[in-house]
């Protein structure tokens, strides 16, 4: 089948990728892919499995199993949603538990192919926006188009931390967050690179909307360039 449209947006934790692709999605008529979403489903599915055991304890073949058998990748409206056992489950893909967990699954190859398969297929089917660290780099080299996000880890944390609290975080809340960033930045250095091709975008200081519009300017003038693709 042949592949559709697609851009490909990656960056580091917190660099705001699954947000702004959303939007970007929405501005352009595509579906949003969040590929980070399926490493949480196949943690979450590890988790249900577990009882509770060691993660320490877990292997490859564990986790894959809980995630074939648990997890389905659906559309919904304009986006492509993992599913827990047929049913929806973003809070508990958001909680504590997979957040701690979730780096570990994300480093083992066969979940990592698992993952970049069911996100290929979504393009088999639909024009796609979809974020992650490796989109232009492993899961669509030939994407047609690329955008590697970066900011100030201390702007990171403490857009993280407005979004978590609802609030102005303060500095020392900040602080903490942005350590433990720049660790999970180190955990996932190898699975977090630019492809050469990225159009490099620095948010530090833009909105979210002024990045969007960057980035819709950036698919609208690569599709137009294309076989006839109208993405208006």
């Not at 969040?34 to 499995?49: C, N, P, Q």
């Not at 492509?80 to 083992?108: I, N, W, Y």
């Not at 948010?203 to 003038?221: G, S």
Request: net charge neutral; with cysteine.
């Amino acid at each position: 089948m042949t592949r559709q449209t697609v851009i490909a947006i990656d960056g580091p934790a917190a660099s705001g990728k699954s947000s702004t692709a959303q939007w970007v999605a929405q501005r352009l008529g595509f579906c949003h892919v969040d590929s980070g979403a399926l490493y949480r489903a196949a943690t979450a599915a590890r988790l249900r499995d577990t009882g509770g055991d060691d993660p320490e304890r877990w292997t490859e073949a564990d986790v894959l199993n809980a995630a074939r058998r648990r997890v389905a990748l659906v559309p919904q409206n304009n986006l492509f949603v993992p599913q827990l056992d047929g049913a929806f489950a973003e809070e508990e893909l958001r909680g504590s538990q997979v957040t701690q967990q979730v780096s570990r699954v994300a480093k083992m190859q066969g979940v990592r192919a698992w993952v970049n398969q069911q996100v290929r297929e979504t393009a088999e089917r639909k024009p796609v926006v979809v974020d992650g660290r490796d989109i232009g780099t492993t899961v669509f080299p030939d994407a047609d188009l690329k955008v590697f996000l970066v900011a100030d880890p201390w702007e990171r944390a403490r857009r993280r931390l407005v979004q978590q609290l609802q609030r102005s975080p303060s500095d020392k809340e900040i602080a903490e967050e942005t350590d433990r960033l720049v660790q999970r930045d180190s955990r996932d250095a190898r699975q977090s690179g630019q492809a050469p091709d990225a159009v490099l975008l620095d948010t530090t200081y833009l909105t979210q909307e002024e990045q969007v519009d960057r980035i819709v300017a950036l698919a609208r003038a690569v599709t137009h360039r294309g076989e006839g693709t109208s993405v208006d």
